[in-house]
Each structure stands twice: as C-alpha cells, then as structure tokens.
C-alpha cells in the first residue's frame, strides 16, 4: 500500500515537472525523493513517470494514478480539520432524543437556536422517543444524549442523570368546558373529570406523575374514550374527549381548541432531566449546558 508521503511526493514531481523543483519545494534531498518515487512504482507494480533529459513526463498509467489521487492529499487535511473540530466541539453530528412530554418547544427549541447560531459547522439530528428507550440508546452510544421526563421507574447503567429545574403542571381544557375561564386552578377541582393520557405501569413520567398527584388528593383518575401518552392527547383535549394534566413546556404548544389553566398545588411540579453517557462528547456537553442555561431561564 503507498504511503501518504510517496503520494505527495509523486503529485509534487508530476506537478513540478521534474525531481530537482519537487526536491526544493518538498525540502528534501533529490536522491531521497527519487528513491521514494521507485520504491512507489514497485509497489504498483508499473511506471509512473518518463524520465527524460529535461524532466519528467507521465506515463498513461501514471496520468490515471494523478487524476484519481490528485484530491487525496487535500481530503486528508480537510478531514484532519473536520476532525479536529469535532474534538472541540465546533463540528459533526448531535444525536438528540426528547420525549412527548419534552416537546421541540419552549426551552428545548430556544437552546437548539442557541447552539446551532453558536456552532454552525454541527447537525443536529432529533428523534422523539420514550425515556426507557432514550435511556437505552444513550448507554449504547446511539444517541448523544435525551431529554426524558421523571420519574425513571428503570434505570440504566453507565449513563448520567442530570435533573432539570422543575415545572408548573398546567391543566389542559377543551377551549369550551365550564373552567377554561378559570384564572388558576386546583387539582381537586378535575376529580370528575374524565383524562386523555394512558397509564402505563411500566413506565414512569407523567404517566406516573399526574396519577400519583390525583392519588393523594383522594381520587383516581377517571380514563376517557380514548387515550394517548403522545402530544396527540392535545388533540383528544381539542376534541372533547376529556382533560390532560401537562407540563409548562406542553402548555407552550399553541394548541386550537385548547385552553391552558396552572394548577396552583405546591407540588403540582414535574421535572425532566438530560441523560448522559459518564463521559459525554464534547457537542453534548455544550449542548446540555445550552439547555439548562434556557430551562433555569
């Protein structure tokens, strides 16, 4: 296999014309040069050049070999470069999960604008998955890191759990219903209410959250027709199905058909938190901090 050296070598003689301009532009020794070009068109196995009285030519075999490495040399430095950047954090891919309770809104879409106007060179590539299932791609290196709602009922090893400032819950009302005029509400007050999200008992969130909040005010919550632990459940509200109980970032949603009251409980709260792998890339440590910035905001 060539090595990069008799490569540019090669282009600098084929360029140059000949081994005496590519020896003082290469500031090397010509027998040395000469030696790598021979010990190359051995390797190959056929000519490269013509060596003529003044200079050199290429053969038809050597044109061939110039045209197809002719950008190699350039391709490495620009990738050394790209590298390099992404070393420093200033360039390449983020892989970013967030779940439906941690919608591309509010804070999480201001530190997206945040980080893309400060890194430019970074794509940032943003899939929407369950918190078990971020947890999962996190610890395997599928993702660079997610955004999940707590409570995590399982946890995986070799991952960071970094909670977030917690979260006024907001109840979510058909925009017609008797306490969408309501100023502030209690949570007392939807205990005859009929709710659009569906219980999971394996998972956690606001699946568990909001049921363990209604549990201790005395009621379980009823179940509508029809249910959903998706941001469609917005549209169930829409619809007349029933009410949600969200989170500030939901409640963001400009949702029609949907009018949103806060829930004035003191522990009416949720909270999510940013999952890491122990030792995050240098894009998801930048990126972190960007949304922590914006959710303590």
Not at 54 to 61: I, K, M, N
Not at 232 to 250: C, E, H, S, T
Not at 277 to 297: C, H, I, K, T, V
């Amino acid at each position: 296999m060539p090595s990069l050296r008799q490569i540019r070598y090669f282009l600098s003689v084929a360029d140059l014309g000949g081994f005496t301009p590519a020896a003082a532009a290469l500031h090397v020794a010509q027998p040395a040069l000469s030696r790598q070009i021979a010990q190359l068109e051995e390797e190959l196995g056929f000519a490269l050049l013509r060596r003529e009285p003044r200079g050199v030519s290429l053969t038809e075999a050597g044109a061939l070999f110039r045209q197809r490495v002719g950008g190699l040399e350039e391709e490495l430095r620009s990738a050394a470069e790209d590298a390099r950047r992404l070393h420093r954090g200033e360039g390449g891919v983020l892989r970013l999960l967030h779940s439906s309770s941690t919608p591309l809104a509010g804070p999480l879409l201001a530190a997206l604008q945040d980080f893309t106007r400060d890194q430019p060179r970074v794509r940032v590539d943003v899939d929407r998955l369950s918190s078990e299932q971020q947890q999962e791609a996190v610890a395997q290196g599928r993702a660079d890191l997610g955004l999940a709602r707590l409570p995590l009922l399982r946890q995986e090893g070799g991952i960071e759990i970094r909670p977030l400032p917690e979260e006024r819950l907001w109840a979510a009302l058909p925009a017609g219903h008797a306490l969408a005029g309501a100023s502030v509400l209690a949570l007392g007050d939807l205990a005859d209410e009929c709710f659009v999200f569906a219980v999971h008992r394996e998972r956690g969130g606001l699946a568990r959250r909001v049921p363990d909040l209604c549990l201790a005010r005395g009621f379980t919550p009823r179940l509508a027709p029809v249910t959903s632990r998706k941001t469609a459940m917005l549209n169930l509200v829409a619809a007349g199905f029933g009410i949600a109980v969200v989170p500030a970032a939901m409640a963001s949603l400009a949702t029609p058909g949907v009018h949103f009251v806060p829930l004035a409980d003191a522990d009416a709260l949720a909270r999510a938190a940013l999952l890491l792998p122990l030792r995050p890339s240098a894009l998801a440590a930048a990126f972190a901090d960007a949304l922590q910035r914006r959710w303590s905001a």
